[in-house]
């Protein structure tokens, strides 16, 4: 099955510093989206993104397809942003289901 | 904002014990998902279900789990006799009828003892 792989698996940021995180998916890929878990483990969605490139705030994200790989990008960032990110696909081999990347867990210091 | 409902949020059972966790998914949505996630892991896909069916499941969702749209509004993830490794936040998801986006309730946090 498909492979998600995400990096760096560790992020330590001083609040107002930019970052980029990554996934890397192994198959071609139809949907892909990014989500935040909280400190209380909820995951919120930030983008679904199957191709190119969403804005939201301080928040973006830039998905290639044919590279097999997505960015997120956060900016300014703020101590409440700290938790870990997903990113989550699902191949184009007529499966509805959502695969999960390793995840990228963030620290953000005030 | 519609979203995805989950009870109980926290539950502890003894091990060998049945529990059944409640999802209500989003009220248009066609595709309903459970996964769960070991603490400190990432999060795994269990099954999917489409149309009154298991459309797909993993190599976890073995015979102890069962899932269920019992009235049209509610999905619900048993698991019959559990073990010390079921802990873990289970979380339901739905999706709308391109099974595109798809959104995540809250979490139901088991623990075994």
């Known amino acids: 099955g498909i492979q998600v792989e995400q990096s760096p698996p560790d992020l330590i940021l001083q609040e107002g510093a930019n970052s980029t995180l990554r996934c890397n998916f192994s198959?071609?890929?139809?949907?892909l989206q990014w989500f935040h878990q909280n400190p209380w483990g909820q995951l919120i969605n930030l983008f679904y993104?199957?191709?190119g490139t969403k804005q939201n705030g301080r928040l973006s994200a830039t998905t290639v397809a044919t590279e097999r790989y997505s960015l997120l990008y956060i900016s300014s960032s703020q101590t409440t942003d700290s938790g870990v990110y997903f990113c989550?696909?699902?191949?184009?081999?007529?499966?509805?289901?959502?695969?999960f990347g390793t995840g990228t867990r963030l620290k953000v210091l005030a | 904002e519609p979203e995805v409902t989950q009870t109980p949020s926290h539950q502890v059972t003894q091990m060998g014990q049945e529990v059944i966790l409640r999802c209500v998914p989003i009220?248009?949505?066609?595709?309903f998902y459970w996964y769960r996630q070991i603490l400190g892991q990432k999060v795994e896909f269990l099954v999917s279900?489409?149309?009154?069916?298991?459309?797909?499941k993993s190599e976890i969702f073995d015979d102890q789990f069962s899932v269920e749209r019992p009235d049209g509004s509610n999905f619900t993830l048993k698991i019959r006799s559990t073990k010390l490794e079921d802990s873990a936040m289970y979380f339901c998801?739905?999706?709308?009828?391109?099974?595109?986006?798809?959104?995540f309730g809250e979490g139901s946090w088991l623990t075994v003892v």
């Open positions: 989550a696909s699902r191949t184009t081999s007529g499966t509805y289901k959502y695969i």
């Open positions: 198959d071609s890929v139809n949907n």
């Open positions: 993104i199957p191709s």
């Open positions: 009220s248009n949505h066609l595709y």
């Open positions: 279900f489409y149309n009154n069916e298991i459309s797909e």
């Open positions: 998801a739905s999706g709308g009828a391109s099974g595109n986006t798809i959104y």
